[in-house]
């Protein structure tokens, strides 16, 4: 069976700061892959960022970036120079292959 | 990546009665999903929908509870049967052909209020 671990609730940063969302996984499988989501109050589940566990380089974009320790089974979120329009709950999932594993979220506040 | 067109996006019923939640998906799709998200938590897999076969649930789910049909691959619904104000939740449906690429898209979920 695959866990997820959020141990962060809740986490507030002022605008234009940068912010580390921390995730935890649990899998006996080798080939997977580490997703983090972001739902705002719209309820619309968004892609963030996506990392394949072979790859060894820590995925990009923009203002988004993961630190991916497989061995230690760690992937953080740190989303740099945050924005008003950031706040929102963000998920880590994890998917081995096909189905996902969902974490319990961090609501992130982002203060004017 | 495939977009996800779920409706209805909002609706509150009557205990006892059944409510039927669909999504059509603007391409095809090898995979699709059902959710169950409680207030202020996570997602829960409910059931793999599979194209024309019988859907896989997930423990603690049941067909006679949910059942679900995916006439196609860019089709599927998913039926609340019998509600209970305990069925009160966002259900989301979720799709994914390369996900490995894309990764999974969702539907805008549907607001289910049982009174």
């Known amino acids: 069976a695959q866990t997820v671990t959020q141990s962060q609730p809740e986490m507030s940063v002022q605008e234009a700061e940068t912010v580390t969302l921390s995730c935890t996984y649990d899998?006996?499988?080798?080939?997977?892959?580490l997703f983090w989501y972001k739902q705002p109050p719209s309820r619309q589940m968004i892609l963030v960022i996506r990392q394949e566990a072979y790859k060894q380089q820590n995925a990009t974009e923009n203002r988004f970036s993961v630190n991916f320790q497989k061995a230690a089974k760690s992937f953080s979120l740190k989303i740099s120079d945050s924005q008003l329009g950031d706040t929102a709950m963000y998920f880590c999932?994890?998917?081995?292959?096909?189905?996902?594993?969902f974490g319990t979220g961090t609501r992130l506040t982002i203060i004017p | 990546s495939a977009v996800i067109s779920q409706k209805p996006s909002r609706d509150i019923c009557q205990r006892g009665t059944s409510l039927t939640i669909q999504c059509q998906v603007d391409?095809?799709?090898?995979?699709m999903f059902w959710y169950r998200q409680q207030p202020g938590q996570s997602l829960t897999l409910i059931a793999t929908?599979?194209?024309?076969?019988?859907?896989?649930?997930e423990s603690g789910f049941v067909i006679d509870k949910f059942p679900i049909s995916r006439p196609n691959l860019t089709f599927s619904t998913l039926t609340v049967s019998n509600m209970s104000p305990e069925d009160s939740s966002i259900y989301l449906c979720?799709?994914?052909?390369?996900?490995?690429?894309?990764?999974?898209?969702f539907g805008s979920g549907t607001r289910l209020t049982v009174v």
């Open positions: 899998t006996s499988e080798n080939n997977y892959y």
């Open positions: 929908a599979n194209q024309g076969s019988e859907a896989t649930y």
């Open positions: 391409s095809q799709v090898t995979m």
């Open positions: 979720s799709a994914a052909s390369q996900f490995t690429t894309y990764g999974y898209t």
């Open positions: 999932a994890l998917s081995v292959p096909e189905k996902l594993t």
